[in-house]
């Protein structure tokens, strides 16, 4: 057994990274840092539903080019079953050991194909669920069953997993999300892609998040913002995304009074360098698993005012790595923000810890570390 163990060990692992595209979000991300940082005792392969976004030039310049499974619309079409065939037989040619479906669509067809061919399948669980419906949640919750492991991005999704899906403890791992700290500090040195609004050295926050969803809740921080304003206080807000909400809160912050204080700047690739000009960051979300958001406002040396839902409490701890709130309360939110502005040393405090914690437990050495160990143990079916 110890001889097979260590021609495993010596041999490349044939691994497979599967999502449904790479366009631009927290699991996408994701997935390019962990081709980037695993190491070179494997033979990774990349598989997609869509060969488009933006970080496809970032999966190229690895060295990547895509096997494509389009569904081409509705999971119930029979595009979908030829799909789980094709894919079957490609695991099987390409000897796959271990494929890592990372999102929803993914696990569709990666865990009934990996059940065809005989190989391995991780599922990635990196939200609440709090976007499926009732039956697209029990799909899903049946094929996370048969997957050999599963793997959470936090602990409140690893508990809801274990306590309301029924997953044995043991067939899950809680792996944080990592960041790259060294390319995020080159990032925040290499300055600004284009100008920010001038605030005239009031206070800024930074909110950063797309408007494709109302879960992400911009409306509260806008009440919150106005509240603040109304107590007296200057404090202008950057809000980082874009979507098909962002007429109807552009026209909300019109109505309240804050067109000169709330600035919408669309999707940015400066992201490290817009937190490094602001004071404080905020997520505003009534669901989460682990943002990159909050952990990107940490890595800056911010204090973060985060809802109390998902991994956001792991990431930010009330009072020590920045200020948690209950959901759907602007108020509690302008509390928080003018506790932040009365004190600006314990915001420098709390941004100096929330800059310690990213350093020692968000790493991507670390995030990549336990992928590898983890991708080692089940492909030997431990």
């Known amino acids: 057994m110890r001889r097979e163990e260590a021609r495993m ?18 699991t996408e991300v994701q997935v390019v840092e962990l081709l980037r940082g695993l190491p070179s005792n494997y033979r990774v392969q990349v598989a997609v539903l869509q060969d488009a976004g933006p970080l496809m030039d970032s999966v190229s310049r690895l060295g990547f080019a895509p ?14 079953a030829r799909q789980v065939v094709r894919l079957a037989q490609w695991l099987r040619r390409e000897r796959v050991e271990v494929v890592h ?26 939200d609440l669920a709090h976007w499926h419906g009732k039956a697209r949640r029990a799909l899903l919750q049946g094929l996370t069953r048969l997957a050999d492991h599963v793997v959470a991005n936090a602990e409140a999704i690893r508990r809801m997993l274990v306590r309301e899906e029924g997953l044995p403890a043991e067939r899950v791992s809680v792996i944080p999300n990592g960041l790259d700290l060294a390319r995020f500090n080159m990032r925040m040195r290499e300055g600004l892609k284009a100008p920010l609004p001038d605030t005239r050295g009031a206070p800024v926050v930074v909110h950063v998040a797309n408007m494709n969803h109302p879960v992400k809740r911009q409306e509260d921080l806008l009440r919150a913002l106005a509240m603040v304003r109304l107590k007296g206080h200057v404090l202008h807000a950057f809000l980082v995304g874009d979507g098909p909400r962002r007429l109807e809160l552009e ?12 600035h919408f700047l669309g999707h940015r690739s400066d992201v ?19 943002s990159n958001a909050v952990m990107e406002g940490m890595a800056a040396g911010l204090p973060m005012v985060v809802t109390s839902v998902g991994g956001n409490p792991e990431l930010v701890a009330d009072g020590e790595r920045g200020l948690v709130v209950p ?18 040393e314990l915001g420098r405090r709390m941004g100096t810890e929330a800059r310690a914690f990213v350093e020692r437990e968000l790493s991507l050495e670390r995030m990549v570390r336990r992928h590898d160990a983890l991708y080692r143990r089940v492909a030997r079916g431990g």
């Open 9 to 26: 060990a010596e041999e490349p692992l044939r691994l497979v990274q599967f999502t449904k595209s790479f366009h631009i979000g927290g």
């Open 67 to 80: 096997e494509v499974f389009p569904l081409n619309g509705s999971l119930a079409r029979p595009n979908s």
């Open 101 to 126: 479906a990372h999102d929803f669509y993914s696990t569709m067809l990666v865990v009934p194909a990996a059940k065809l061919a005989g190989t391995k399948v991780i599922v990635g669980r990196l």
């Open 251 to 262: 026209r909300m912050a019109g109505s309240l009074g804050l067109t000169d204080t709330v």
């Open 272 to 290: 490290p360098a817009i937190y490094a000009r602001a004071d404080f960051g905020v997520l505003c979300s009534t669901a989460e698993g682990m």
């Open 327 to 344: 959901p759907l309360r602007p108020e509690a939110m302008c509390e928080a923000f003018r506790k932040l502005l009365a004190d600006r």
